[in-house]
């Protein structure tokens, strides 16, 4: 990223309010976040998205949100420390934002992680919840290394050793191995350790059944189809991406 002074950056802020606001969050995306990744100079941002969070500044507050629970995603604690009265203003319009969110799947998912962003969650509020939405997730078999497809969808609930919307069927027994496809084995929602106890219940509470159902399944497990290895979903999504 290229820096860009103070004065530039609250003149692209100062530009929110009017007709092209997609195309002011666009340029801001692209010059605070490009291809989500937070730089030093991200963190420069943060009180302009707590003002429009906190409608003392025009702009979208689900925006800024989502801005904001990136960039303090990759906070270390100094950062952390620095910006910790933005942070609470944000994890507010955050929580407000979830009790109001629309039936739109990955708006939902982005709150999520905004919110545990500001909460100070380091592990799945960098992205990992986003898997949610797309309905899949590729991981690799801890036992063979075999890559793999965790799909809850519209193709079925499944992991796949290959293309899924060709692959053969899902199998119901683990033997015979090296058929395509093997059957997840979601999590009981009421056996779900605290954090995705917590989510499961505030996807289900906002009516968002697909997130709490997607949910069940990231933090289960699964059978790899290629050596029958039985694993934890979550683990590997974490692990893959460290």
């Not at 195309?23 to 943060?46: I, K, T």
């Not at 949610?132 to 497809?149: G, K, M, R």
């Not at 009516?207 to 497990?221: D, M, P, Q, S, T």
Request: proline content about 5%; hydrophobic content about 45%.
């Amino acid at each position: 990223m290229i820096a860009r002074p103070t004065d530039d950056l609250a003149a692209s802020f100062a530009r929110l309010g009017g007709e092209d606001d997609g195309q002011v969050w666009s340029s801001l995306w692209d010059d605070l976040c490009h291809q989500n990744c937070v730089y030093p100079d991200s963190y420069l941002a943060l009180p302009y998205l707590a003002a429009i969070a906190a409608g003392r500044a025009p702009g979208a507050p689900d925006e800024a949100v989502s801005m904001a629970g990136l960039i303090l995603s990759a906070a270390d604690d100094e950062q952390t420390a620095q910006y910790a009265d933005e942070t609470a203003v944000l994890l507010g319009t955050a929580r407000r934002l979830l009790g109001e969110a629309g039936a739109d799947t990955p708006t939902f998912v982005y709150l999520l992680q905004a919110l545990l962003a500001f909460e100070g969650e380091r592990v799945w509020s960098v992205g990992r919840l986003e898997g949610l939405f797309t309905e899949e997730y590729e991981v690799d078999c801890p036992a063979c290394s075999s890559t793999l497809f965790v799909a809850f969808g519209e193709y079925g609930t499944f992991a796949s050793a290959g293309d899924y919307v060709t692959s053969a069927p899902v199998r119901t027994e683990l033997l015979p191995a090296g058929s395509a496809r093997t059957e997840l084995l979601p999590a009981e929602p009421a056996a779900l350790d605290a954090l995705p106890a917590r989510l499961h219940r505030l996807a289900t509470d906002a009516g968002h059944e697909k997130v709490a159902y997607g949910l069940i399944h990231l933090f289960g497990r699964a059978v790899c189809p290629d050596c029958e290895a039985v694993f934890s979903v979550s683990d590997r999504v974490v692990e893959r991406d460290e």
